[in-house]
């Protein structure tokens, strides 16, 4: 039987695993098998940029704590995992996926976004959208057409007053 002082530390984890997955947008869990140590650090740096972190916990805690928040991930608790942990929802995604495209060790497995549980292609999906300026400048570009267009009927209907004259 495990001793008290065990048990408690192991709870301990268990209620950091369940804080971590309410007070994050996104959470990724993934397969990190094959990678080196100088690949993860890598990785993390680039998370710890948008405010995001990889986390590695045994499976079985982490079962627990999806348990206790009634989550079924069952499925994907085997082998050696890590959870990405990221406080904005679309930065640590995008973040991952590219680094999963560079590196085919790192096997993005299933996610929770916003509370939800979110298969590979949903984060595909998450992954694919343009960043927040990318989708600034979109509407930009979209607007300055009909600021472009109002000032070509404004200067017609200039010309138009002058030749009446």
């Given at each position: 039987m495990a001793s008290e002082k065990i048990l408690?530390?192991?709870?301990?984890?268990?209620?950091?695993?369940?804080?971590?997955?309410?007070?994050?947008?996104?959470?990724?869990?993934f397969e990190y098998?094959?990678?080196?140590?100088?690949?993860?650090?890598?990785?993390?740096?680039?998370?710890n940029?948008?405010?995001?972190?990889?986390?590695i916990?045994?499976?079985?805690?982490?079962?627990r704590a999806l348990d206790e928040l009634k989550i079924d991930m069952n499925e994907?608790?085997?082998g050696p995992n890590a959870l990405l942990i990221g406080k904005s929802l679309l930065?640590?995604?995008?973040?991952?996926?590219?680094?999963?495209k560079s590196h085919d060790k790192l096997n993005i497995r299933v996610g929770i976004i916003s509370g939800d549980v979110a298969s590979i292609d949903?984060?595909?999906?998450?992954?694919?959208?343009?960043?927040r300026e990318g989708l600034l400048t979109m509407l930009a570009g979209g607007?300055?057409?009909?600021?472009r267009d109002l000032s070509i009927a404004l200067n017609l209907y200039a010309e138009n007053l002058e030749g009446k004259e």
């Open positions: 408690n530390e192991k709870k301990a984890i268990v209620s950091e695993i369940i804080d971590n997955i309410k007070n994050s947008e996104s959470v990724i869990l098998q094959g990678l080196t140590v100088a690949e993860m650090s890598e990785l993390r740096n680039k998370l940029e948008v405010d995001s972190k990889v986390k916990y045994k499976n079985t805690l982490l079962k994907f608790l085997e930065e640590p995604i995008k973040i991952i996926a590219d680094y999963a949903t984060i595909k999906e998450y992954a694919s959208i343009p960043s607007m300055i057409q009909y600021v």
